[in-house]
């Protein structure tokens, strides 16, 4: 049974420029939920998807954006990338849009020169 | 917005020790979690607690959800060296609320 899985593992971009996250619940999961986790700091929710929309969001600016696919994958998209958006970024999976239990992928680790 | 505040900050044990941590609110929750996340990976689900005063245990480990709503407790029993990670609380209220994350508590252990 395969768990949620996120790619790239590690990205390094320059400030100004875009990036996008990618990825896949784990099996029979059909909602996925982003954090942002800064070093030595817990994870920030940034938002969650169901059902290929956005039904919850964090305090987190317009730069960051997302998508859930048909097989309900997701992406997560940061524009006009800043150095402080540098993080491990957490994409979480759930069984339903209620449930809490929460099942994390390994992140996508950011770093912004 | 809510915070939680996880104690202590860190700690060191002693390979076999119990070890015991909280977590604070300063508003109340109605599900309290508890992970933990080694380096280079997410945070894995240990606990998942959804009544005031519930205690579970998962093999080593037993959380509760305080009474108040407000504070949950981790402890674990003869503490091994694959216990050494950093040790999230998360809270959440009913309904589809995201989840709120402690700072955590780094935990070493000492063989």
């Known amino acids: 049974d395969a768990g949620v899985t996120q790619s790239p593992t590690h990205l390094i971009k320059t400030r100004g420029q875009q990036v996008t996250l990618r990825c896949s619940p784990k099996?029979?999961?059909?909602?996925v939920s982003w954090y942002q986790q800064a070093l030595g700091q817990g994870p920030q929710f940034i938002f969650q998807y169901y059902e290929e929309e956005e039904r919850q969001r964090g305090n987190f600016p317009d730069r960051f954006s997302g998508h859930q696919f048909p097989n309900y994958s997701s992406e997560l998209n940061v524009n006009a990338l800043l150095l402080g958006d540098s993080a491990l970024y957490l994409c979480a999976s759930s069984l339903v849009a209620g449930s809490h239990e929460q099942y994390f992928g390994p992140g996508t680790r950011l770093t912004v020169t | 917005g809510q915070q939680l505040n996880q104690s202590p900050q860190s700690m060191f044990i002693q390979e076999g020790e119990d070890v015991s941590m909280n977590c604070t609110s300063s508003?109340?929750?109605?599900?309290w979690l508890w992970y933990k996340q080694d380096p280079g990976e997410g945070p894995v689900l240990l606990i998942a607690l959804y009544k005031a005063g519930e205690l579970t245990s998962n093999g080593r480990l037993t959380a509760q959800f305080g009474i108040t709503r407000k504070d949950s407790f981790l402890n674990i029993s003869a503490s091994i060296p694959s216990d050494v990670g950093i040790y999230f609380c998360?809270?959440?209220?009913?309904?589809?609320?995201?989840?709120?994350f402690g700072k955590g508590t780094r935990l070493s252990v000492i063989a």
């Open positions: 508003s109340i929750f109605n599900t």
């Open positions: 099996s029979g999961h059909d909602t």
């Open positions: 998360a809270g959440a209220n009913s309904g589809n609320t995201p989840l709120v």
